[in-house]
């Protein structure tokens, strides 16, 4: 299958920058997006990379290495309302439409 | 504008009950997902509707899940019999084309917390 790995968990301070990493399988790679879901809510986009770089959009920046199957998420100036999980999630290569999310990373901000 | 809207928020049903799940997407959103997360886990995919044709059902867990989108709009996951392992969140999403998830982010819908006792 196509398997996702990414931290369970990551606790940051208020104002700082945190990097949430994922890995995923290379094989018939369509793109990476990232969602944020706070509790009980809905997932929600936050970028969608399928060439090797750093994409930016304010706070928040999306890096992707195709060659090494590997993607982050960079958060600077931390907010308390960044505190939620953060979703991984890659096309399934025989059906683009599905997605195949990692378990999420749960981030934690203190003050 | 309005999101995607499901109903109920929360549904606490007998083991053996049958429930129905709603989800009203975007208007003129083309596609239509089902998820079903579990907690701690990401959301797992369910089927999928382009318009009024299902054209994957291949993630539902059994044949006590079945969907439909009559008209091409609203969907209806319906579970009979419930069981305790179905007890999740079920998540509606939907985009407003034809599906190429390379391209399209799809615009979630806060879900239906299903409790089975």
């Known amino acids: 299958g196509q398997n996702i790995d990414q931290p369970t968990e990551m606790t940051a301070t208020e104002g700082a920058i945190v990097q949430i990493n994922c890995t995923y399988q290379t094989s018939g790679f369509n793109g990476l997006f990232w969602y944020q879901q706070h509790a009980g809510e809905a997932p929600t986009f936050l970028s969608y990379n399928v060439l090797d770089g750093l994409e930016e959009k304010g706070r928040f920046s999306s890096f992707l290495s195709r060659s090494k199957g590997y993607s982050y998420l960079l958060l600077k100036e931390l907010q308390m309302k960044d505190s939620a999980s953060y979703l991984c999630?890659?096309?399934?290569?025989?059906?683009?439409?599905?997605?195949?999310f990692g378990s999420g990373t749960r981030l934690l901000v203190r003050p | 504008g309005a999101g995607v809207s499901q109903s109920p928020r929360y549904k606490v049903a007998k083991r053996g009950q049958d429930v129905a799940l709603r989800c009203d997407p975007i208007?003129?959103?083309?596609?239509l997902f089902w998820y079903q997360q579990a907690l701690g886990q990401g959301p797992e995919f369910l089927t999928y509707?382009?318009?009024?044709?299902?054209?994957?059902k291949s993630g539902l867990p059994s044949d006590r899940f079945f969907a439909e989108r009559p008209e091409g709009s609203v969907s209806t996951l319906k579970i009979q019999r419930t069981q305790q392992e179905d007890s999740a969140v079920y998540l509606c999403?939907?985009?407003?084309?034809?599906?190429?998830?390379?391209?399209?982010?799809?615009?979630f819908g806060n879900g239906t917390r299903l409790t089975v006792t």
């Open positions: 999630a890659v096309p399934r290569r025989d059906s683009s439409y599905k997605l195949i």
């Open positions: 999403a939907s985009s407003l084309g034809v599906q190429r998830a390379y391209n399209s982010p799809l615009h």
């Open positions: 208007s003129g959103h083309v596609s």
């Open positions: 509707f382009q318009n009024e044709a299902q054209l994957d």
